[in-house]
């Protein structure tokens, strides 16, 4: 097979790859574009598959984007890049093709992680990992037959798997090994009105604790699980929401990653600057050292648009804010994440008014570094403005705390004059989460 030579390769179709595509198409129309993905379709709301295995969702409201819809943007799916050659600025696919690139973006997401128990053993049927489209047909399929569900992971997959399949009918207990639910992002305290809207919908939720036993019947399909407390839980359908880690495998010998990361500068540049790297395979490392990647969707796009327009410039635009707020509705609590705790942060926290209102952030040296608004989500903009302005709000932030503030950063009301006068690009319809 010969080699096929482009001037932009994006590894990876993802929310962070196919918009570094369409950024780079639109940028420069003149580039020859190829994304590659070893999936055989892309294009779809990962964020919305909890929704479409519960059967809310039909499946064409999953898709923003089918190949064709840009026919100057090549596509090889259902192929897996297997190594990276930086001498020769060539990928080798497992179709045996060798592609030739100019400028290389890697948005290679993650891999779903799998819970020791299941690596000591051969997995039962029944149990499925929460992350790509053709497993989310299986465990649409097989749920209707086994309706008892457990999930493992109270972050936000495991947290929005289960409030969607509890809503469709299904018994479901959730389990998550710290003390709350949505551990990286929410304080004990701001979780627990969450938690307890969760267990009054009928999920039960088990914390601090995990699995470390299965039982499987004569066909080899999940029957109960037992948590480490000795509960056994029945259980037809075990759903795997513990995160996802970069599988970058292929890029060995290649020199780009360090200590098993893949680390970009606020540019999205790794150590080669001719190699991009955007969305859940990367860190960033920014000034000072810290690396920051709050792995969500908004930030995986942002990325994608930024590195598609870094790709072919002489001076590189580094990347704004490594936070964007991202809102979620979690059964009707609405819910906006600020940016989850940093090392060494503590928290400040104000309830209400009203029931289920709560609201905190993470601080440091009188910075607001993260936080989240639970229940009433006014002023979510402003205050992740005041937070990306570094400002020292230690003296007003009890008043910031409270719904409907005007309490907020002098950045703030600098960023929102800007936002007031800068052009809105209508979205693609791909922004959302
Ligand atoms: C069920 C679920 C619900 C979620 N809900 C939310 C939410 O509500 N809000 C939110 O902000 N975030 C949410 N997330 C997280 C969010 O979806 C991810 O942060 C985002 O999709 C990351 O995009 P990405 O492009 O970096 O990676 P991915 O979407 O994982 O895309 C990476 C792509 O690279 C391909 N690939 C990898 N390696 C290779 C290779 N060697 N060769 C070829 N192709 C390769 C993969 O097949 C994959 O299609 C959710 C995630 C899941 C799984």
Redesign the pocket.
Known sequence: MGTANYDLVV???????LNAAFSCRERFPEKRVLL????SE?GYY??L??MFMAGNLTEDKLFFWKPGDDENLDTRLG????TLDRTAKSLTLDSGETIGYARLIL????HPVVPPVFERAVTPEGVFP???LSVAREIKDWLPDHRDIVVLGGG??GS??SVFLRLAGFGVTLVEKESHILPTVLSADTARPLQRHLENMGVQVKTSTTIDQFKADGNGAVTSVRLATGEWLPCGTFLV?IG?AP?LG?LQGAGLVEDGELIVSPTLQTVDPEIFG????IYIRVAGGDKHNP??????VNQ?KLAGANAFVTSPVPLKRTTRV?A?NIAGVPIMILGGPGVGSSVEARPGPGDGVWREFFMHDGRIVGGALVGDIAGAGPLHFTMAGGEDVSEVADDLLVPRTRAFGASAWSSLGQARRATIIPAKGNDG?
């Not at 948005?107 to 993650?110: M, R, S, T």
């Open positions: 590894v990876g179709g993802g929310a962070a790859g590659v993905d070893r999936e892309i990962r964020t598959l909890p192929v897996q890049v297997r948005a290679c997401g993650g929460v992350r790509g936000l997959v929005k798997t929401g996802s599988d292929f955007v969305g859940d395979a792995w969500t969707w908004p930030q995986a994608g991202n979620q989460c």
